[in-house]
Each structure stands twice: as C-alpha cells, then as structure tokens.
Nanobody, 127 residues
Framework: QVQLVESGGGLVQPGGSLRLSCAAS????????MGWFRQAPGNEREFVAT????????SHADSVKGRFTISRDNAKNMVYLQMNNLKPEDTAVYFC????????????????????WGQGTQVTVSS
C-alpha cells in the first residue's frame, strides 16, 4: 500500500525549468519502481520516465531525453523529476506512480504496470 502526492508544478516560460516532487508513504517504498507519466487535454496518458527500486536503472521517453531527469531518495521516500529546457508541448498534468517489482525492466514504460497513482500536478509551459 502506497500513497503518493505530487508537488512542484506551475507556469513557466519556454526554456525554463521546474522540479516535480513525489512524496510516498508506505513501509516498502524501496520495493517499488517509480514512474512519471503525463496527460495533456485530448491526449492519451504517456510515459515520461521510470526508475528502479534502488535507483540503479532509469529510462526516459525519447521526447524528454537530455532535458528531464528522474531520481529518488529512498531515505526520504521521495521521487523527483527535474525538467529543464521546457517546451510548450510539455504542458500536461504530471502523475507520479508506483509499480510492484518483478517484471521485466522494459515493462515499466507501460502504465498498466503501475498499482498506485498520485493526484497529479499541472505543468504549463507558455510564453
């Protein structure tokens, strides 16, 4: 059982930066792979990034590689998404999610692998 709360969203100009945070509650946080997904109005929910339980493995969507970085601090039960060089097409509601371990690493780009979801935080990139 994991509860997730995102924060850090807001309005930023193109080229700007934001850091999203996800606070997790639960006694087995390290057992979960964590992911970030986003959904813009009229669009499907899409994968952004994921990180393994111990933090050794990360994966980022092609659209954000080189600009976004996922990280975690298991001592604090926190997951982060550092977003740099933001573009208007990054505008979306961003969701933090937790997935049970044990699947193939490549499976964690699929939203159906995630068991718990936060409420989402709005990121708007506009000039």
């Amino acid at each position: 059982q994991v509860q997730l709360v995102e924060s850090g969203g807001g309005l930023v100009q193109p080229g700007g930066s934001l850091r999203l945070s996800c606070a997790a509650s639960g006694r087995t946080f390290t057992d979960y792979c964590m992911g970030w997904f986003r959904q813009a109005p009229g669009n499907e929910r899409e994968f952004v990034a994921t990180i393994s339980g111990g933090g050794a493995l990360t994966s980022h969507a092609d659209s954000v590689k080189g600009r976004f970085t996922i990280s975690r601090d298991n001592a604090k039960n926190m997951v982060y998404l550092q977003m740099n060089n933001l573009k208007p097409e990054d505008t979306a509601v961003y969701f933090c999610a937790a997935a049970r371990g044990g699947y193939l690493w490549s499976d964690y780009v699929q939203s159906r692998r995630y068991n718990f979801w936060g409420q989402g935080t709005q990121v708007t990139v506009s000039s």
